[in-house]
């Protein structure tokens, strides 16, 4: 019987830091928990139309039809442990597209890229593929926020991955007004980020970003010449009214609000609100000569 091919949504969702759960509580115990956490979101990715395909250890491999479906799925996974006293913490990777269905199980480049990317989350996250991302409804791509930019296994080609902030599932939508592109330059006068690269100013608008800052002459618009600095550091982004910095390095990035503790990025965002420094690559106290200051309006 030949495989069934068809464009899919591959969910992989795993129990973030199983092997210390075994080292604290014991093989019997952890394993008895790892099991009801398999089973349980198991039974959320039926209630929302998925089907497991397999489980491999403490990870669920799942298959929607649609990457709505897939979705829906994941953000219930996460809401649930959210709200339950268990001390597990769920890491979801998601892709979609063309797959190849046989005696029960999925093969293709999408299970790859599903796989690859759950490797990258962390727990409480849900990272997905850009050909998902693509697949979303506008509703749920509003959600969705830049990651960061890879190579993903296989493919000489950065590709960008997105985390899905589910947290904001947990409002009422009903009762939240989101801004439209349109409504958010209409107001470009109003937000603008200044920042000091060796005491010259930069000022940056929201119809300017992506602004991005690294080592790359060509692409960067804020170059800068430092070793631990990578190619494409980080970017400067106008989200929802707000100008946030999201790292893509290899070393991370600094950022110091003034008069508060310096906060570490790698792979994160932050926005930038107030005054305060930015280094790239080492903390600030080590960066003296080549700090960023920025100001946010």
């Known amino acids: 019987m030949p495989a069934d091919s068809a464009k899919r949504a591959i969910m992989f969702a795993d129990v973030s830091g199983s092997s210390a759960l075994y080292k604290q509580l014991g093989n019997q115990e952890a394993k008895q928990q790892v099991d009801q956490a398999i089973a349980q979101m198991e039974a959320i990715t039926q ?5 497991k395909v397999k489980t491999l250890g403490d990870e669920l ?3 929607f039809d649609n990457a709505e479906q897939a979705c829906s799925a994941a953000i219930g996974i996460q809401r649930y442990y959210a709200s339950t006293s268990k001390p ?3 890491r979801i990777g998601m892709s979609f597209g063309e797959t190849l269905l ?7 480049d999408t299970v790859n890229d599903a796989a690859f990317v759950a490797h990258i989350a962390r727990g409480k996250q849900i990272v997905v593929t850009d050909a998902f991302y693509q697949s979303l409804p506008a509703i749920l791509q509003k959600d969705c ?3 960061d930019r890879v190579a993903i296994k296989g493919s000489s080609s950065r590709t960008t991955i997105f985390r899905i902030h589910w947290e904001k599932q947990l409002q009422d939508h009903s009762a939240t007004t989101v801004m439209s592109v349109h409504d958010i330059t209409q107001q470009l006068d109003e937000h603008r980020l200044t920042l000091h690269v060796n005491q010259t100013p930069l000022y940056i608008t929201a119809d300017q970003t992506p602004f991005v800052i690294g080592r790359d002459k ?10 631990l600095a990578s190619r494409d550091h980080c970017h400067i982004l106008f989200q929802r009214g707000k100008f946030v910095l999201m790292d893509h390095s290899t070393n991370g990035t600094y950022v110091c609000p003034d008069q508060q503790k310096e906060i570490y990025l790698r792979r994160e965002a ?3 609100q107030g005054c305060g420094s930015i280094s790239l690559g080492q903390p600030s106290a080590k960066n003296a000569d080549s700090l960023l200051r920025y100001e946010a309006e």
Do not use: N, W, Y
Request: proline share 3%; charged share 25%.
């Open 88 to 90: 597990l913490a769920i």
């Open 47 to 51: 209630s929302h139309m998925g089907r």
């Open 270 to 272: 932050l926005p930038l």
């Open 218 to 227: 060509h692409k960067a618009q804020c170059h800068i010449d430092s070793t």
């Open 61 to 63: 491999m799942a298959r």
């Open 145 to 147: 926020q830049e990651f």
């Open 102 to 108: 046989e005696k029960g199980d999925v093969f293709g």
